[in-house]
């Protein structure tokens, strides 16, 4: 229904902005001639509680993002009119809509905007430059009140200060409609990502936990005949190889994210998602299709699937699966039901030894083919950056920041 809502917006709010920005001019006025600008100061000590009561119940902000700039209350507020804060330091840039009164300490700015400024079209024009802002590299990375007071603001219809406000206010009525509209729309995609990921949860653990057919239970006779077939085997029984990564090649680039003719094959480390990736070589050390297992950090018994050629280094450890007994997909699957653990005395990490005494289920090829083609499914739905609500989610995100972006592009008188 949101996403229906969605579409009908987006066409009669083009056609509308179209018409409300046509023949508008833009004088463009440095912020210090914009708004007052204020910097934070200290905590106050005297009157301080790190939760809210009665007594103590104005905010004490200071940078980061949404909840994670609460420092704690007080009850003096020091900024009493609709303001925007960014943050100075740590998430520098960050820019939030504060329209109840506030206390501002160190490590966040504070915009309040003066006559003829609505507060909350300002808000939506500092969010587009938030990424922006020429911060110095030496020394600690922090924006202060000189850096910022010199940047353009677009003052729309300067020569008509009643229609400026009523062409702000229509603005921000778009742009208020659209983020509510979009944030239900994530809302319910979350909503849907998060049944889908439990029931995905779900179907894995049903599929892959043949423990109950070990146990006498009364079921159907697919169930028996299955128990018959499932054996378990140690990970050493069933792979081609078990081995630990070593050194990082000779001949290889760093940090290096995509192949090239003289370095194609990638070197895997220990670490989850994209952070894998270490680099590419001239040389492989794998030359089929594996499962990978980190061996130390704090990931310790993450895996994954590698496919094609390439080399693992050092606390990385390589499983290639005897394909007559086990399926690439299945041995990445079935791990998610098996406990991998690391020695527990000195660094934690696992061994190619202990690896290799690791015993899982192994049920017939053609039983492994049939889950793992449901799980793929159910996996593609849920993680997948091409297909799937996560993508749907960013989408949203994107369409937003286009309409966003449209509205606020403004060029000089």
């Known amino acids: 229904m949101v996403n229906f809502q969605l579409s009908i917006f987006n066409c009669k709010s083009m056609s509308h902005l179209d018409k409300l920005l046509e023949g508008v001019e833009v004088e463009w006025k440095t912020l210090e001639t914009v708004f007052d600008i204020f910097a934070g100061g200290d905590v106050p000590k005297e009157s301080f509680s790190e939760i809210e009561t009665e007594e103590f119940n104005i905010p004490i902000l200071s940078n980061g993002i949404d909840k994670k700039s609460l420092y704690g209350w007080t009850n003096i507020p020091k ?54 802002y020429n911060v110095p590299q030496n020394g600690i990375p922090q924006l202060t009140k000189p850096m910022v007071k010199d940047i353009s603001f677009p003052i729309l219809c300067p020569d008509n200060p009643k229609k400026s406000l009523e062409v702000q206010k229509e603005i921000v009525r778009i742009l208020d409609t659209f983020t509510e509209l979009t944030a239900e729309l994530t809302a319910e995609l979350t909503a849907e990502l998060t049944a889908r990921k439990k029931q995905y949860n779900y179907y894995r653990e049903e599929l892959l936990n043949f423990n109950c057919l070990n146990e006498d239970l009364q079921d159907s006779q697919d169930s028996q005949d299955l128990r018959n077939k499932v054996e378990w085997k140690s990970l050493g029984e069933v792979c081609s190889s078990i081995s630990a990564g070593g050194d990082v ?57 590698r496919e094609g050629k390439f080399t693992p280094i050092i606390r990385l450890i390589s499983l290639v699966p005897n394909k007559n007994v086990i399926s690439t997909k299945f041995l990445n699957y079935i791990l998610f039901m098996t406990p991998i653990g690391g020695n527990d005395g000195g660094i934690p990490q696992l061994t190619v030894p202990d690896v290799k005494k690791i015993c899982i289920p192994i049920p017939p090829l053609e039983e492994q083919e049939r889950i793992v083609s449901i799980l793929d499914k159910f996996d593609t739905l849920t993680t997948s950056i091409s297909e799937g609500l996560p993508k749907e989610i960013e989408l949203r995100k994107k369409q937003y920041e286009y309409y966003r972006d449209r509205l606020l592009t403004f060029k000089s008188v």
């Open 79 to 132: 900024i009493v009119k609709p303001s925007l804060t960014i943050s100075a330091r740590g998430t520098i840039g960050w820019t939030s809509y504060r329209d109840k009164p506030f206390f501002p300490i160190v490590r966040l700015l504070v915009l309040t905007p003066k006559a003829g400024v609505n507060p909350k079209f300002a808000y939506y024009f500092m969010k587009t430059i938030e990424d922006n």
């Open 249 to 305: 090649p000779e001949n290889s680039i760093k940090g290096q994210t995509v192949p090239t003719d003289e370095y194609p094959y990638p070197i895997y480390a220990n670490a989850t998602g994209e952070g894998g990736l270490y680099g590419f070589t001239d040389k492989y050390k794998i030359e089929s299709d594996a499962v990978t297992i980190s061996a130390r950090g704090a990931k310790i018994g993450y895996h994954t699937i």
